[in-house]
């Protein structure tokens, strides 16, 4: 099928969010290779939301390698999943300038790349744990997934409580980071969140689980305080 656009050179194709929306390492992490995947896709005729499927087909193959002892591949395959979520979003942002999205569209758009990641990736948790013979934490770190990602949600649907969010990042976290020079998100994100799981899988452990359970449950109880008081 011929194209009605003009792809961008490699060198000139930047559709990544900018450095102070994104998460504070994606440009150290994930961004650098999801940029050439994005390239890539954009070549074909490619909806973003089709690209956000290949996570959860990753994550069942992530499954596989677990159940089967591939451990590293495992932590491979999270990291993965996480530039094909970039990905996903690159090639979004570019499609934007060829064709004017809907509200409805964008909207969509949204709601598929927040699933995609929510729907087969607990289950990754859940059998990392269970692989290494503690299936109570792979229990409870797959429901502080759900509890994290909940209250986040929350906060997206209720703009008050959006905007305090912002506003406690802006004042605590702000100074922090114009101390040490840091751009871009900070907190417990999704970006964090893989990273931790695939160290877990890259080191066969349930240390970093444990970690991961601890971070979450503190975020949320702390989300909760502000939210109610």
């Given at each position: 099928?011929?194209?009605?656009?003009?792809?961008p050179k490699f060198k000139d194709f930047n559709f990544a969010k900018s450095r102070d929306e994104g998460?504070?390492?994606a440009p150290y992490?994930?961004?650098?290779?999801?940029?050439?995947?994005?390239?890539t896709f954009v070549?074909?005729?490619?909806?973003?939301?089709?690209?956000?499927?290949?996570t959860p087909l990753i994550d069942l193959v992530t499954i596989y390698s677990i159940s089967n002892g591939n451990w590293i591949l495992a932590a491979i395959l999270v990291e993965f999943s996480l530039i094909m979520d970039s990905a996903d979003g690159e090639v979004a942002r570019f499609r934007a300038t060829i064709k004017e999205r809907t509200e409805q569209q964008n909207a969509y758009g949204s709601y598929m790349d927040s699933m995609a990641g929510v729907i087969l990736f607990p289950l990754v948790i859940f059998v990392a744990g269970?692989?290494?013979?503690?299936?109570?934490?792979?229990?409870?770190?797959?429901?502080?997934?759900?509890?994290?990602?909940?209250?986040a949600g929350y906060a997206s649907i209720f703009s008050s409580k959006k905007?305090?969010?912002?506003?406690?990042?802006?004042?605590?976290?702000?100074k922090i980071k114009?101390?040490?020079?840091?751009?871009?998100?900070?907190?417990?994100s999704g970006d964090i969140q893989k990273h931790m799981i695939a160290l877990a899988l890259f080191f066969q452990t349930v240390v970093f689980l444990w970690i991961y359970f601890g971070l979450a449950m503190s975020i949320v109880l702390v989300k909760f305080y502000l939210y109610k008081k």
């Open positions: 099928m011929k194209r009605d656009y003009i792809i998460d504070f390492l992490t994930n961004r650098p290779i999801s940029k050439f995947f994005s390239w070549h074909f005729t490619l909806c973003a939301e089709f690209i956000a499927l290949l269970l692989s290494m013979g503690n299936m109570l934490v792979g229990l409870l770190t797959m429901l502080s997934f759900f509890l994290v990602n909940l209250s905007k305090k969010s912002k506003m406690i990042q802006e004042d605590i976290l702000g114009k101390k040490l020079g840091i751009r871009g998100v900070v907190g417990f």
